[in-house]
C-alpha cells in the first residue's frame, strides 16, 4: 500500500507491520497476554463508530484522523 512518509514523520507516527500469523498459535497466545494484563487492548482503540456513523468513520480513515484502531460497536 501507499504510504504518506511525509504524514508519518510530521505526526510521528510509527508504522510497525507484521507479515501473516499463525491463528491457531497466535491467537491463543495473544488473548493469554491481554488475558494477565500484559498487552492494553484499549489503548490501541482510538476511536468507537456506531454502526449508524460508519460512513464518517470511512471519512475520518481517509483524512488520516484515526491513529491506532477504530472499532464499529454494534
Same mark, same amino acid.
Given at each position: 500500500m501507499p504510504i504518506e512518509i511525509l504524514r508519518l514523520v510530521r505526526?510521528?507516527?510509527?508504522?510497525?507491520?507484521?507479515?501473516g500469523c499463525r491463528v491457531r498459535t497466535d491467537m491463543p497466545e495473544l488473548l493469554k497476554l491481554a488475558a494477565a494484563g500484559a498487552v492494553d487492548l484499549r489503548a490501541a482503540v482510538s476511536r468507537r463508530?456506531?454502526?449508524?456513523?460508519?460512513? +464518517?468513520?470511512?471519512?475520518?480513515? +481517509?483524512?488520516g484522523e484515526i491513529i491506532g484502531r477504530a472499532i464499529i460497536v454494534l
Open positions: 505526526r510521528g507516527i510509527r508504522l510497525t507491520g507484521s507479515y463508530y456506531r454502526l449508524s456513523d460508519i460512513n +464518517e468513520a470511512y471519512r475520518a480513515m +481517509e483524512r
